[in-house]
T-cell receptor, first 116, second 113 residues
Framework: EAGVTQFPSHSVIEKGQTVTLRCDPI?????LYWYRRVMGKEIKFLLH????????ESGMPNNRFLAERTGGTYSTLKVQPAELEDSGVYFC??????????????FGEGSRLTVL | AQSVTQLDSQVPVFEEAPVELRCNYS??????LFWYVQYPNQGLQLLLK??????LVKGINGFEAEFNKSQTSFHLRKPSVHISDTAEYFC???????????FGAGTTVTVRA
């Protein structure tokens, strides 16, 4: 069975441009999460989908970030316009069922974003 | 809210030597604790987790961790490391009924022959 897949693995863009990151969760996983790691610091929560609904987007940095999950399957995270401080690794994760103490969280390999 | 502090950013260690990675957490409620590992060019993989019960938790690849509530710690140990254990290790915490993980900054373990 395929794991969580993310695309692209690495994106280099200039400040002011737009980038869209994609995540395909494990089939059947209703919960989908986005996390970000900036410059070797902590991995930080961005948002959580349950199926197609945003359950918690408290970690989204600002309105330049837009996440969608069409039909409750794959998800996209768009950054528009990108700023230098958006550089980092964006991780997607998925899980079945309930809270994290009830099931395992599976992570993708991450999408590295470099904004020049 | 919860927070995690990983006390060592880099840990160099010789092959077959023991290693301990330190993790302390802060929380006003009961927590569940996790260790994840990221091997080069791979995603994060769950090493082990503490949910309840025995405070000594065994995980994959010979790793174990001990939950110490009084010291709010969850240190990770392996008695004898291999070259293949070279990776970055992350401690994480969540609260009951929560869907978010709070991570530490990571500890890079480099195993040398």
């Amino acid at each position: 069975e395929a794991g969580v897949t993310q695309f692209p693995s690495h994106s280099v863009i200039e400040k002011g441009q737009t980038v869209t990151l994609r995540c395909d969760p494990i089939s059947g996983h209703d919960n989908l999460y986005w996390y970000r790691r900036v410059m070797g610091k902590e991995i930080k929560f961005l948002l959580h989908f349950v199926k197609e609904s945003k359950q918690d987007e408290s970690g989204m940095p600002n309105n330049r970030f837009l996440a969608e999950r069409t039909g409750g399957t794959y998800s996209t995270l768009k950054v528009q316009p990108a700023e230098l401080e958006d550089s980092g690794v964006y991780f997607c994760a998925s899980s079945q069922g309930g809270p994290l103490n009830t099931g395992e969280l599976f992570f993708g390999e991450g999408s590295r974003l470099t904004v020049l | 809210a919860q927070s995690v502090t990983q006390l060592d950013s880099q840990v160099p260690v010789f092959e077959e030597a023991p290693v301990e990675l330190r993790c302390n957490y802060s929380s006003s409620v009961s927590v569940y604790l996790f260790w994840y590992v990221q091997y080069p060019n791979q995603g994060l993989q769950l090493l082990l987790k503490y949910l309840s019960g025995s405070t000594l938790v065994k995980g994959i690849n010979g790793f174990e961790a001990e939950f110490n509530k009084s010291q709010t710690s969850f240190h990770l140990r392996k008695p004898s490391v291999h070259i293949s254990d070279t990776a970055e290790y992350f401690c994480a915490v969540t609260a009951s009924n929560d869907y978010k993980l709070s991570f530490g900054a990571g500890t890079t373990v480099t195993v040398r022959a």
